[in-house]
Protein backbone atom coordinates (compact mmCIF):
# COMPACT_ATOMS: atom_id res chain seq x y z
CA UNK A 1 0.00 0.00 0.00
CA UNK A 2 1.26 3.50 -0.57
CA UNK A 3 2.99 5.32 2.46
CA UNK A 4 4.54 8.49 3.06
CA UNK A 5 6.35 9.47 5.74
CA UNK A 6 7.73 12.72 6.43
CA UNK A 7 11.00 13.81 8.42
CA UNK A 8 12.72 16.98 9.21
CA UNK A 9 10.59 18.55 11.27
CA UNK A 10 11.47 20.56 14.48
CA UNK A 11 12.01 23.62 16.78
CA UNK A 12 13.94 26.72 14.99
CA UNK A 13 14.20 30.47 15.82
CA UNK A 14 12.22 32.82 13.36
CA UNK A 15 14.65 33.71 10.36
CA UNK A 16 15.91 30.09 10.45
CA UNK A 17 15.53 26.84 8.19
CA UNK A 18 14.29 23.52 8.49
CA UNK A 19 14.26 21.31 5.19
CA UNK A 20 11.69 18.19 5.35
CA UNK A 21 11.66 15.13 3.47
CA UNK A 22 8.94 12.79 2.60
CA UNK A 23 9.58 9.24 1.56
CA UNK A 24 6.89 7.87 -0.42
CA UNK A 25 6.40 3.99 -0.78
CA UNK A 26 4.09 1.64 -2.59
CA UNK A 27 3.53 3.84 -5.82
CA UNK A 28 5.50 5.09 -8.82
CA UNK A 29 6.66 8.37 -7.22
CA UNK A 30 7.16 9.46 -10.63
CA UNK A 31 3.45 9.22 -11.54
CA UNK A 32 2.37 10.92 -8.91
CA UNK A 33 1.67 14.48 -8.14
CA UNK A 34 3.01 15.52 -4.64
CA UNK A 35 1.81 18.17 -2.17
CA UNK A 36 2.65 20.07 1.02
CA UNK A 37 0.36 21.07 3.42
CA UNK A 38 -0.23 22.35 7.06
CA UNK A 39 -2.87 22.67 9.81
CA UNK A 40 -1.80 24.58 12.42
CA UNK A 41 -4.10 24.28 16.15
CA UNK A 42 -7.55 25.36 15.24
CA UNK A 43 -7.53 26.33 11.49
CA UNK A 44 -8.23 23.90 8.29
CA UNK A 45 -5.54 22.55 6.63
CA UNK A 46 -4.36 24.60 4.10
CA UNK A 47 -2.29 24.38 1.22
CA UNK A 48 1.91 24.96 1.13
CA UNK A 49 3.38 24.10 -2.28
CA UNK A 50 3.46 21.22 -4.99
CA UNK A 51 5.09 19.58 -7.56
CA UNK A 52 3.63 18.16 -10.51
CA UNK A 53 4.08 14.92 -11.91
CA UNK A 54 4.71 15.76 -15.27
CA UNK A 55 6.91 18.68 -15.87
CA UNK A 56 7.71 19.20 -12.49
CA UNK A 57 6.04 22.59 -12.71
CA UNK A 58 5.38 23.98 -8.72
CA UNK A 59 3.02 25.88 -6.95
CA UNK A 60 3.37 27.73 -3.75
CA UNK A 61 0.66 29.75 -1.47
CA UNK A 62 1.12 33.31 -1.48
CA UNK A 63 1.97 33.14 2.25
CA UNK A 64 5.57 31.09 1.36
CA UNK A 65 6.35 32.22 -2.02
CA UNK A 66 9.99 33.04 -2.22
CA UNK A 67 10.55 31.94 0.94
CA UNK A 68 9.82 27.83 0.51
CA UNK A 69 10.75 25.57 -2.14
CA UNK A 70 9.84 22.36 -3.26
CA UNK A 71 11.42 19.99 -5.23
CA UNK A 72 11.42 15.73 -5.85
CA UNK A 73 14.11 13.20 -6.23
CA UNK A 74 12.62 10.49 -8.37
CA UNK A 75 15.52 8.60 -7.85
CA UNK A 76 14.83 8.10 -3.97
CA UNK A 77 11.54 8.41 -4.61
CA UNK A 78 11.34 11.73 -2.03
CA UNK A 79 9.96 15.06 -2.17
CA UNK A 80 11.63 17.97 -0.22
CA UNK A 81 10.15 21.39 1.13
CA UNK A 82 13.05 23.34 1.84
CA UNK A 83 11.67 26.45 4.41
CA UNK A 84 13.64 29.51 4.89
CA UNK A 85 13.32 32.70 6.63
CA UNK A 86 10.65 31.03 8.77
CA UNK A 87 8.32 33.04 10.69
CA UNK A 88 5.80 32.21 13.71
CA UNK A 89 3.21 32.24 11.82
CA UNK A 90 4.63 29.38 9.67
CA UNK A 91 3.82 27.08 13.29
CA UNK A 92 1.71 24.20 12.50
CA UNK A 93 2.11 20.28 11.24
CA UNK A 94 3.47 19.66 7.85
CA UNK A 95 1.74 16.68 6.26
CA UNK A 96 2.92 15.06 2.88
CA UNK A 97 0.34 13.96 0.14
CA UNK A 98 0.05 12.14 -3.35
CA UNK A 99 -2.44 11.91 -5.89
CA UNK A 100 -1.88 9.87 -9.24
CA UNK A 101 -4.57 11.63 -11.53
CA UNK A 102 -4.47 15.65 -10.47
CA UNK A 103 -4.39 18.15 -13.11
CA UNK A 104 -2.51 21.33 -12.82
CA UNK A 105 -5.46 22.97 -11.18
CA UNK A 106 -6.49 20.12 -8.69
CA UNK A 107 -2.63 20.60 -6.91
CA UNK A 108 -3.60 23.30 -4.48
CA UNK A 109 -6.86 21.25 -3.31
CA UNK A 110 -6.36 19.77 0.00
CA UNK A 111 -8.86 17.49 -0.44
CA UNK A 112 -8.31 16.51 -3.80
CA UNK A 113 -5.11 14.32 -2.58
CA UNK A 114 -5.57 10.59 -1.88
CA UNK A 115 -2.80 9.55 0.14
CA UNK A 116 -1.64 11.73 3.41
CA UNK A 117 1.16 10.84 5.21
CA UNK A 118 1.33 11.10 9.14
CA UNK A 119 2.54 14.74 9.54
CA UNK A 120 5.62 16.43 11.11
CA UNK A 121 5.62 19.11 13.33
CA UNK A 122 7.54 22.77 12.92
CA UNK A 123 7.33 25.42 15.15
CA UNK A 124 8.80 28.29 14.99
CA UNK A 125 10.32 30.54 17.58
CA UNK A 126 9.34 34.10 17.78
Known amino acids: QVQLVESGGGLVQAGGSLRLSCAASGLTFSSYAMGWFRQAPGKEREFVAA????????YYADSVKARFTISRDNAKNTVYLQMNSLKPEDTAVYYCAADRTLGHSELVTTAAYAYWGQGTQVTVSS
Open 51 to 58: IARVGGGT
